[in-house]
């Protein structure tokens, strides 16, 4: 890693941190060897590290990154990366193959933001800048709204929990940023959007929940036919 460290740098040190991860991950498979694994680890974090530090800081889903390229790089690299390993892991250990596969939802994530904010910030203009902040709180309750819908549908606990998550977090935005920072056409259409993905996600989570609880009751038992009266004879035909 230090001979690495000395001979590149920027975005060939992340592609050269996320591809040396691959190669430990691979020998950890192979050799079940947990040192390897431990290797595989640390390269991804020195990776993703690396390129939320230089390539697109968190101030790129505001302003843009400075150069879009190699951001796109960085953080593909990070996420190609992530998901190799998760494949990788398979075998190893379950509960690990699950947490990258997270982190490599989330890399997908900010990386599709950043490309989402970047355009509008490189055209300038605080006007265009505060389009792409609304259209970023809308893509973030699309996304929470997407996966709450699989998770359902789906039955998978941990979708359900990313689509909350990515919920409250464009929730959050409106109200913390988007209400202060955004024009009044802006507010309203961020607002709007956002509220409508939660009261469509509210309502398809109670109808779902309602399902799985009919569904899960018990059948009735048939109702038996009423006993006759005492002292009443029954009748012959004939």
Do not use: N
């Amino acid at each position: 890693a230090y001979l690495i460290s000395l001979a590149l740098d920027g975005t060939p040190l992340v592609v050269a941190y996320a591809a040396e991860a691959v190669v430990l991950a691979q020998a950890a498979r192979w050799f079940a060897d947990r040192t390897a694994r431990a290797g595989a680890l640390a390269f991804l974090g020195l990776a993703g590290a690396h390129a939320l530090v230089y390539e697109a800081p968190p101030s790129a889903l505001l302003h843009g990154p400075e150069a879009f390229v190699p951001a796109v790089v960085a953080l593909g690299a990070v996420g190609a990366a992530v998901v190799r390993c998760a494949r990788l892991e398979g075998e190893l250990e379950r509960g690990g193959r699950r947490t990258l596969e997270a982190l490599a939802a989330g890399v997908a994530l900010y990386l599709a933001s950043v490309a989402l904010v970047a355009p509008f910030a490189e055209a300038g203009g605080a006007l265009t800048g505060q389009q792409g902040q609304a259209l970023l709180s809308a893509f973030w309750g699309v996304c929470g709204f997407a996966a709450l819908w699989l998770g359902l549908t789906r039955k998978l606990r941990r979708l359900r929990l990313a689509g909350f998550a990515l919920l409250s977090l464009a929730l959050g935005k409106v109200f913390l940023y988007d209400l202060a920072a955004l024009d009044s056409g802006y507010r309203v259409g961020s607002c709007v959007a956002v509220g409508l993905l939660l009261l469509t996600a509210a309502y398809a989570y109670q109808r779902r929940r309602g399902d799985a609880t009919s569904a899960a009751m018990p059948p009735r038992a048939p109702r038996r036919g009423r006993p006759p009266r005492s002292g009443s004879a029954p009748t012959s035909a004939g």
